[in-house]
């Protein structure tokens, strides 16, 4: 999408240690014109599946799945929670996930009365470079029943494994700006061709 | 607002320890086309104020603040994080909040790039109880030199004193449910009087 990719080229910043910063605009203040155009994109990518869920991952994930939403006819948005909370009670899909950003592993959940057999299920985060994020959230869709109809994702780093893995589960995966390569010393960052 | 404390006495569940689970609609699960209305209501209480950036905190303030966003003229919205993260460097604003509900002490903070004198500043939240939350968010918007022009608020729980000592320094807040008492027992959920 070109619309990301340009404000990536303008806005990201790439650091040491494999690290595109965008908080600018996508994880910390948040473009809600950009991600509203973003929903669109990906409402046309998957125009032909009967998606009526949005499920996503707190933090960031939560502003791109709730403008995406309104491209999808306003449909529910469930975010899954990251560590037991005492306000969660029931009963809950759990799955382990790691994070590469926080260096820790978190407990993450879905209550079960919010997603279940009869859902149609689009995933959407904001990046997607070793996946166990996503690989996390597809395991909660498979527990509760749903069928995971795709994933859309703004930025994935490609020349990560991630998204090969997914995909080679037979995952649909849309990601609106796929990056070949990035270098910190320049300041570059390299978009896989269309 | 009418077509909130209708949905609360819905759907909100009354638990024992002052706890009010709206879990199905705010917090958990998303209904974003309400949270638009309730986005276009806090642009019309505040219609004289110049406001040009939106301030909330992760998580479940996201949701509503990016919607609400849309009502403010798809102005940016930054959410405040708790924790420090590998991916946020450089200078910034700091505070330290009690959470309630986690019964636990976080540091909270903004980037001195996404916040300054120059902005107009609506803190939305999801609750407002001890309001421990919301002097935090108040406080970064002070160190930052930015103005606050006001605090709009999902739900709160009025007979708690936090509304009160929020008001007492002179800052408007804008509630749009508020709860004057709530029963376990029964499940009732009594609101203030508009």
């Known amino acids: 999408?070109?619309?990301l990719e340009d404000r990536i080229r303008a806005q990201g910043i790439v650091k040491a240690?494999?690290?595109l910063k965008v908080?600018?605009?996508?994880?910390?203040?948040?473009?809600v014109a950009l991600f509203r155009e973003m929903g669109r994109e990906w409402k046309r990518l998957f125009a032909d599946?009967?998606?009526d869920k949005i499920l996503t991952i707190e933090a960031s994930g939560i502003a791109l799945a709730c403008m995406a939403a309104e491209a999808f006819g306003d449909c529910p948005v469930v975010f899954a929670k990251k560590a037991q909370s005492v306000n969660v009670d029931g009963d809950v899909y759990s799955v382990k996930i790691e994070s590469f950003t926080h260096k820790r592993v978190y407990d993450v959940f879905v209550s079960q009365k919010y997603l279940g057999p009869e859902d149609h299920v689009l995933i959407i985060d904001d990046f997607l470079a070793n996946g166990m994020a996503l690989e996390g959230l597809a395991e909660i869709v498979r527990l509760s029943g749903a069928t995971l109809e795709g994933i859309g994702i703004?930025?994935?780093k490609a020349y990560q494994g991630g998204g090969k893995a997914i995909r080679e589960k037979g995952i649909r995966v849309e990601s609106l700006a796929r990056i070949a390569a990035m270098d910190d010393l320049t300041g570059e960052v390299e978009f896989v061709e269309a």
């Open 1 to 3: 999408m070109k619309l």
């Open 23 to 31: 908080d600018c605009f996508l994880n910390h203040q948040l473009d």
């Open 17 to 19: 240690g494999n690290v």
């Open 49 to 51: 599946r009967p998606i």
């Open 154 to 156: 703004a930025i994935e």
